[in-house]
C-alpha cells in the first residue's frame, strides 16, 4: 500500500473550516483515500473515505486531486471537540485487514 | 458508541499475572483485530480474525495469545508481559465483502500497565 504524508500539526479556529492536507503521490488506481480521527485516549474513528470523486457525508468532506497524489479533509465548521489526530490512510480493496497507520496530524481548535 | 465494547478498561499488572482482554462488537461484522498503540508510535496490528479463523499474526511474541470463539467475541490472553507490553491495546471490527473495503469500527480500548 502507498505511504502517505501529512503536517505533524495543525490549528485552526473553532467555527472555521479545517483543511487537512494529505499526500499521497505514489497511490496506485486500485487504492483508495481513507481518514480516521483518534481523540484523545480514545480508539480511533472512521470519517470517509473515497477512490477518486470527491466525497461528502455527515461528518466531513473529502477532496482528491484529479491526479490522485493528494487529498484534502474538510471539517466545515470545526468545534473544540474535533480536537484529535487525524489519519489519512490508503489501501487495497484487497488488501482487506492492513492499515498502515502513520503519526497523523494533530488538529487543534481553538475558541 | 461504535458498537464495539472492550473490558476492562483499564488494567494493572505484574509480569507475573496473566490475563484477559475482551472485545465484543454488536454490528454482525465478520472480521475482528487486535491492535497495540505505544505511547508516541502508531498503531500496530497485532492480529486478525476473518470469519473465526485466524488470518494475520503480525509477529507478535508468543505471550499475547487470541482467541475468537465467535463472530462476536475476540480475547487477547496476556502472561508473562514485559513492562515495554504497556500500552493501549484496541480492538475492531468490520465487514468483509468481496465488494471492496469496509472501514474498520473500533473499541475505547484497554490501557495496559505491566509493572
Known amino acids: 500500500d502507498a505511504k502517505t504524508t501529512q503536517p505533524p500539526s495543525m490549528d485552526c479556529a473553532e467555527g472555521r473550516a479545517a483543511n487537512l492536507p494529505c499526500n499521497h503521490s505514489?497511490?496506485?488506481?486500485?487504492?483508495?483515500v481513507y481518514w480516521y480521527r483518534q481523540i484523545h485516549s480514545q480508539g480511533p474513528q472512521y470519517i470517509i473515505h473515497g477512490l477518486k470523486n470527491n466525497e461528502t457525508n455527515e461528518m466531513a468532506s473529502l477532496i482528491i486531486t484529479e491526479d490522485r497524489k493528494s487529498s484534502t479533509l474538510i471539517l466545515p465548521h470545526a468545534t473544540l471537540r474535533d480536537t484529535a489526530v487525524y489519519y489519512c490512510?490508503?489501501?487495497?480493496?484487497?488488501?482487506?485487514?492492513?492499515?498502515?497507520w502513520g503519526a497523523g496530524t494533530k488538529l487543534i481548535i481553538k475558541p | 458508541e461504535t458498537g464495539v465494547t472492550q473490558t476492562p478498561r483499564h488494567l494493572v499488572m505484574g509480569m507475573t499475572n496473566k490475563k484477559s482482554l475482551k472485545c465484543e462488537q454488536h454490528?454482525?461484522?465478520?472480521?475482528m483485530y487486535w491492535y497495540k498503540q505505544s505511547a508516541k508510535k502508531p498503531l500496530e496490528l497485532m492480529f486478525v480474525?476473518?470469519?473465526?479463523?485466524?488470518?494475520e499474526n503480525n509477529s507478535v511474541p508468543s505471550r499475547f495469545s487470541p482467541e475468537c470463539p465467535n463472530s462476536s467475541h475476540l480475547f487477547l490472553h496476556l502472561h508473562t508481559l514485559q513492562p515495554e507490553d504497556s500500552a493501549l491495546y484496541l480492538c475492531?471490527?468490520?465487514?468483509?465483502?468481496?465488494?471492496?473495503?469496509?472501514?474498520?469500527?473500533f473499541g475505547p480500548g484497554t490501557r495496559l500497565t505491566v509493572l
Open positions: 505514489t497511490i496506485s488506481g486500485n487504492e483508495y
Open positions: 454490528l454482525g461484522h465478520n472480521a
Open positions: 490512510i490508503v489501501r487495497t480493496a484487497v488488501s482487506n485487514y492492513q492499515l498502515i
Open positions: 475492531a471490527s468490520s465487514l468483509v465483502t468481496s465488494g471492496g473495503p469496509n472501514e474498520q469500527f
Open positions: 480474525y476473518n470469519f473465526k479463523e485466524q488470518t
